[in-house]
């Protein structure tokens, strides 16, 4: 029988985290990129993941277990703090594999650069069946993406557009 102690995934993901900071520094051999800090509020926590170089986002883990119901949303705390640098915002994005599979999505994840606390998650179940959450599932992803910012400027006119303030459905099917 399998220790369910630990959950595979997070087992897995804790060991190549491990790998990676003591031969590395860095999520793989060849890292060159920026450097961001991540803090554990908790020691159940896991630090995020990726598994390819290629992901664009970090996985995000359940501090602990819950259950969503179904057609309903809950916020799934994470036990995990980021120094996300300014001129960056961290964009949390639903799993493809949960949102196929199990009607999973993620509600608004906006992650603002002076935000110091504990990373939530908003899961919302679409399904007609609760849906379970164990500790350390990766329940969403993150991503960091540069965001320029700018000074709004109130004017009587806007320039025309060819579609102009066509809204839903203007541009076609």
């Known amino acids: 029988m399998r220790d369910m102690s630990i959950h595979p995934d997070e087992k897995a993901r804790e060991e190549m985290l491990r790998e990676s900071q003591t031969k590395h520094r860095a999520p793989f051999p060849s890292w060159n990129g920026p450097q961001l800090k991540v803090q554990k509020l908790d020691d159940m926590a896991v630090v995020p993941t ?4 290629s992901d664009a986002g970090y996985d995000l883990y359940a501090l602990h277990g819950a259950i969503v119901q179904k057609h309903c949303h809950k916020l799934i705390k994470t036990g995990i ?3 996300i640098p ?3 915002v961290g964009l949390i994005w639903p799993r493809s594999g949960m949102a196929y ?3 999973i999505d993620v509600f608004a994840g906006v992650i603002d650069s002076s935000y110091r606390g504990d990373i939530g998650v908003i899961l919302y179940n679409s399904q007609y069946s609760d849906y379970n959450v164990e500790q350390g599932d990766r329940i969403a992803q993150i991503v960091f993406q540069k965001v320029k910012d700018f000074d709004l400027q109130l004017v009587d006119n806007l320039d025309d557009t060819k579609r102009g303030s066509g ?4 541009s076609g099917s």
């Not at 809204?167 to 203007?170: K, L, P």
Request: net charge positive; hydrophobic share 25%; proline share 0%.
């Open 101 to 103: 599979k199990h009607g």
């Open 86 to 88: 300014e001129g960056y």
């Open 50 to 53: 990726k598994v390819n170089r």
């Open 81 to 83: 703090s980021m120094a």
């Open 167 to 170: 809204g839903f459905g203007s």
